[in-house]
C-alpha cells in the first residue's frame, strides 16, 4: 500500500524543487554540438517551510486523491512532462548520473516527437490544473468558514435571545 504522503511528495517533486534541492541538469549541456537547449525544467518557487509548522506539510488523504484524481483527468495525451518525470526516475535506477539521466530521458523524449517547449507547455499545463485545483480548495474553504461562522453567530444570537428572555 502506497502512503499518501510519499504520493504526495512525488506529485510534489514533479513541479517543486525543495530547499537545498539542485536544478535539474541541461540535458544538452555536455552536448558537442553547436544547438545548445535551455534548463528542461521549469523553475517554480518552493514551498515556503516558515509557514507550515515543523516545515512540513500534511496532507489528509481524501485530498491527496482528489488532487491525483485532478492530475489524471486532466493527463495530456502522449509523451508530456509527467511522462518525462517518470522516464527520469525509472533511468534512476539504471543510469547513477543525474546528467545523463537528463539526457538520455530528453533523447528518448525527442524520439517521440517532443521538444523542450512542449515539455515547458505540458508542465506549465499541470501546474494550471494545480493551480486550479488550490484555487476550488480555497474557494470552498471560505464557503465553509463562512458558514460555519455565520451559523455559530446565529446560535449566539439564539442563545442571547434566550438569556434576555429568561431575565424578563
Not at 499545463?125 to 458558514?147: A, P
Request: net charge negative; charged share 30%; no cysteine.
Amino acid at each position: 500500500m502506497v502512503n499518501n504522503n510519499d504520493l504526495f511528495k512525488k506529485i510534489k517533486s514533479i513541479f517543486i524543487l525543495e530547499d537545498g534541492a539542485q536544478p535539474a541538469a541541461d540535458p544538452s549541456a555536455t552536448s558537442s554540438t553547436s544547438q545548445q537547449e535551455p534548463e528542461l525544467e521549469p523553475k517554480v518557487s518552493s514551498v515556503d517551510s516558515s509557514k507550515v509548522e515543523g516545515g512540513k506539510v500534511e496532507m489528509d488523504p481524501k485530498y491527496t486523491d482528489f488532487i491525483l484524481k485532478s492530475l489524471e483527468n486532466n493527463n495530456l495525451e502522449g509523451f508530456d512532462y509527467f511522462e518525462f518525470k517518470s522516464s527520469l526516475k525509472s533511468l534512476a535506477n539504471v543510469i547513477p548520473d543525474e546528467t545523463l539521466r537528463y539526457k538520455s530521458a530528453f533523447e528518448m523524449a525527442k524520439t517521440m516527437g517532443v521538444n523542450k517547449e512542449k515539455l515547458l507547455e505540458s508542465a506549465e499545463y499541470y501546474l494550471k490544473v494545480l493551480s486550479d485545483v488550490e484555487s476550488g480548495f480555497s474557494t470552498e474553504l471560505n464557503n465553509r468558514k463562512k458558514t460555519q461562522i455565520d451559523a455559530r453567530n446565529s446560535e449566539f444570537k439564539q442563545l442571547e435571545q434566550q438569556i434576555a428572555d429568561k431575565k424578563r
